[in-house]
């Protein structure tokens, strides 16, 4: 479900599809979607910034999503709010014309702005002026008014530093924790992951749940959802699929499978693949 383009010459923009896309290529025709990495003062804090826009649509497009378990801070024209990890799936519905910048903060790379534990947070959506006051106010204003992309994530980046984040090595812990359970799909309990980390099972869940807002077993299990939608797009058999992944059967993927994506995995696989 994730495909990309080579980096434009002088540019730092690059296309790119996002595992957790439903379906991703039914909206190739329907919006445009980037992304831009952070400038190296942010980057310990801000994965990436991406933004989607979508012009004269003939009909309203729905989006759906089965989230990661990162903080985003989006700003469109309807919304303007600091999004915890949504535990279940969500949806955006564009009409007409229009575009969405969002901050995708690092796991554990937005506890510095938040002042607390991430679990604050989670399954819940923040106006940026409720969290900033006048200062979040004036950014959202300032990037609703600046129609060039470059330029209005240069006023997010020099807005969050203003904040003087503070360096916070447990955030680089748990990132790296994170980003090993995205890539190694062999790991599928939360012992395991505790054995690799060097914590106990508890020191873990209690890291997890201060710095990324959910415990190690639920970002185990979304990432492995997230690789079950790819493959299972590809056409691989559910029962080989449920036993790489951790699954104890075919059924037990498909309840967890259907509850995230909204539908169960043989509709999914279904759907039409990419071109």
């Known amino acids: 479900m994730a495909t990309s383009v080579p980096r434009p010459p002088g540019g730092r923009l690059v296309e790119t599809r996002q595992r957790g896309w439903v379906d991703p290529y039914a909206g190739l025709n329907a919006f445009d979607f980037v992304r831009q990495a952070p400038s190296p003062e942010i980057a310990a804090y801000v994965e990436h910034f991406w933004v989607v826009t979508w012009t004269d649509l003939a009909e309203p497009y729905e989006q759906r999503i089965v989230s990661h378990p990162t903080v985003n801070m989006t700003i469109a024209r309807d ?14 519905t564009m009409r007409g014309s229009g575009r969405v910048l969002g901050t995708r903060f690092r796991p554990g790379g937005f506890r510095p702005f938040l002042g607390g534990p991430v679990s604050r947070l989670t399954g819940r959506f923040v106006e940026i002026g409720d969290m900033y006051g006048a200062a979040g106010v004036t950014l959202v204003e300032q990037v609703l008014a600046e129609p060039d992309v470059r330029a209005a994530i240069a006023l997010i980046e020099t807005f969050l530093l203003s904040l003087g984040p503070d360096h916070d090595p447990l955030a680089e812990e748990v990132a790296a924790l994170v980003a ?96």
């Open 79 to 92: 919304f303007r709010r600091i999004a915890g990890v949504i535990k279940g799936g969500f949806s955006y």
């Open 180 to 275: 090993m359970v995205e890539s190694d799909v062999s790991v599928t309990r939360v012992d395991e992951l505790a054995a690799r980390s060097g914590r106990s099972v508890r020191s873990l869940q209690r890291l997890f749940r201060d710095h990324v807002g959910v415990g190690p077993k639920w970002v185990i299990r979304r990432f492995r959802l997230h690789e079950a939608a790819e493959r299972v797009y590809q056409g691989l058999d559910l029962a080989t699929l449920a036993a790489e992944l951790g699954y104890t059967d075919q059924a037990h993927l498909t309840r967890d499978f259907t509850a995230a994506v909204g539908m169960p995995p043989a509709a999914y696989a279904r759907l039409a693949g990419p071109a």
